[in-house]
T-cell receptor, first 113, second 114 residues
């Protein structure tokens, strides 16, 4: 079956711009996670959704980052006033429930110039 | 979540078994050991997980010591396509409000040589 998909696969933007990154989880998965991975490091947790609500957003680095999941399926990670330090791979994962195995998408590579 | 320690890098000859160790000496009774791998420029791929007993699937075997303080991921016949960073992660089985976030370390870079 279809796995987690993320769009775009690559995004280049200029400092100060706004970007949106999309995640389509595996159908029927209620839990959705966003992670960020900088070069040479392991992924770091950003936010977790259970259904439509953000159950844990403690990993978001600051208030420029925001994520939504309005219908409990697709999620969008939004970054305002991008900075060069935001350049990273943004990964999305989903699981059937919060207790089940997480499956990752291919990631969106964000480059802020 | 308990911290894990893995070697930074390992080499393995193609066709041989690759044995990747992980130390998790502070693991709690309700924490699982998960293994993921990440091939260059791809998202992490789930391999296997276990609580107490050894586990085997089509990709690998997971051997967990009796005291649960360490584990070994075994790829029985490594191929060039198994070259990747392998992450050992300890994950709480249940967490009331925060889901079960995965805490990645730096992993082990496994290089399978022809």
């Amino acid at each position: 079956g279809a796995g987690v998909s993320q769009t775009p696969s690559n995004k280049v933007t200029e400092k100060g711009k706004y970007v949106e990154l999309r995640c389509d989880p595996i159908s029927g998965h209620t839990a959705l996670y966003w992670y960020r991975q900088s070069l040479g490091q392991g992924p770091e947790f950003l936010i977790y959704f259970q259904g439509t609500g953000a159950a844990d957003d403690s990993g978001l680095p600051n208030d420029r980052f925001f994520a939504v999941r309005p219908e409990g399926s697709v999620s969008t990670l939004k970054i305002q006033r991008t900075e060069r330090g935001d350049s990273a791979v943004y990964l999305c994962a989903s699981s059937l429930t919060r207790r089940e195995t997480q499956y990752f998408g291919p990631g969106t590579r964000l480059l802020v110039l | 979540d308990a911290k894990t320690t893995q070697p930074t890098s390992m080499d393995c000859a193609e066709g041989r078994a690759a044995n990747l160790p992980c130390n998790h000496s502070t693991i709690s009774g309700n924490e699982y050991v998960y293994w993921y791998r990440q091939i260059h420029s791809q998202g992490p791929q789930y391999i296997i997980h276990g609580l107490k007993n050894n586990e085997t699937n089509e990709m690998a075997s997971l051997i967990i010591t009796e005291d649960r303080k360490s584990s070994t991921l075994i790829l029985p016949h490594a191929t060039l396509r198994d070259t990747a960073v392998y992450y050992c992660i300890v994950r709480v089985a249940e967490r009331e409000t925060s889901g079960s976030r995965l805490t990645f370390g730096e992993g082990t870079q496994l290089t399978v040589n022809p």
